[in-house]
C-alpha cells in the first residue's frame, strides 16, 4: 500500500483502518520534521512494553497475554515459553502448577521488561506483572535467561507488600540505575497508602538486581518501614527512565481527573499524593484540602490538565531524528498521541502532540538500538517511526 500524508484533522477511522494492515506507511507532520509510520505487527493484546536483544530480534510484552519474540525484519511474533501463565480475568483456573500466574483484567496482566546492565555477561532479563488471587493481588518481579524461545532458571526476586482486593494501579515499570533495580508501584485504589511507609504501594523502590536491599536506602533505619522504598506519596507511576546524561531517574503517574504528573525522582522524597495534587475526584470535588503545595512535598516538573494518562517512557538517543535528540516521549494513553517534550535545565520548554487524535492509546514507547522509535497502542498496533522520505 502507497504511502499517505495525514495531517491534522484528518479523519480518525481512516487511519485506523488503513493502519491495521501490516506494511501500511502514514506520514505525519510535526514541529521539526515529517516522519512516516509503519506497521510492524498487528493483533497484540495491549503492547506495554520492549526491549530489544543483541542478536538483532525483540522481546514484546502485551498486558493481557504475555512476552512474544518479534522479528524485526518480518513482523512475526512467537509467545515465549516457560514464562508466567496469563489467568485471563480469573481468580482460578485450571493451569500448569510449574508456572507462576499472572491475574488480567483492567490494570492487572504483565507490566514491564528489562535487560540487565551486563545483560551480554548473565543473560538475566526481568519481567514485571501481578500476581494472585483477583481479591488479593500485588506487583512482583521474577527474572529469567534465555533459550532460544523460552524463558529458563526463573527466580523470583521481589513481591511488593502492595495487596488489594481489586485489579487497578499496580505500577510496575522498571529501571536500572547504578547497578541498581528501581521499580515503580502504585496506591492500589487505596490512596493513604502512599504516605504511610509501613507499605510498598504508592512508592518507587530499590533494589540490588537480585532483589535484596541496599543497606543505604533512606528509609532502612526507620522503624517500622519498608527497607526497599526510595520515594513516595506516588499514585500510579507509569512511565521510569533514566536520563542518559545527567543520570536522574525521571518518572509520570496518573492522576485522577486531571494532574499527571512528571518528576524527577530524589532519594526518600515525598511526591504528595494524596496531600497534594493538580488533579480532581472523578466525582469532582477536590483531592483532599484541594491544596496543590505543602512544605516537605516535591513539586511536579510539569502537568497535564486536562490529563494524557501518561505511559511508555523515553528519552531519544539515536541519529534517525536528529531534531528530536534529548527529547522525552511519552505514551499517552487517553490523550491518543505520542507526547514530545523538550526539557532544558529541568524546565519543560516544548510540548508537542505527534500524531494527535489520530492514533489509538499510545502504551508502548522504545527506541531500537539504530535509532527508530517503536509505540504500540491498546488496539493492538506495533508501530516503527522513521524520518519520511
Known sequence: MGTQRLIAGTVVCAVSLLSRIAGAQHVFESQRLRFQT???ATGLKQP???VFLPDGRALVVERQ??????????GALTPMEGGPEALIGADTGIHDANRPATLTGEDAGFHDIALHPDYAKNGWIYLSYSEGPRERSTTVVDRYHLRENKFVDRQRIFTADAYSE????????????NGYLFLTVGERHHQD?????TNDAGKILRLHDDGTVPPDNPFVRT???RPEIWSYGHRNPQGLVVHPETRELWENEHGPLGGDELNIIHRGANYGWPVISYGWQYSG?????????????EQPLWVWTPGIAPSGFMIYTGTKFPQWRGSFFIGAMSGHHLNRLVVQDGRVVVEERLMNRQIGRVRLVAQSPDGFIYIGTDDGQLLRLRPAN
Open 38 to 40: 509503519e506497521v510492524v
Open 223 to 225: 522503624k517500622d518501614a
Open 193 to 197: 497508602r502512599a504516605q504511610e511507609l
Open 48 to 50: 506495554s512494553a520492549m
Open 65 to 74: 497475554k504475555g512476552v512474544d519474540v518479534l522479528d524485526l525484519k518480518s
Open 285 to 297: 470535588g477536590p483531592i483532599g484540602k484541594g491544596i496543590t503545595t505543602q512544605e516537605g512535598m
Open 166 to 177: 481489586d485489579r487497578f494501579h499496580y505500577g510496575g515499570r522498571m529501571a536500572f540505575l
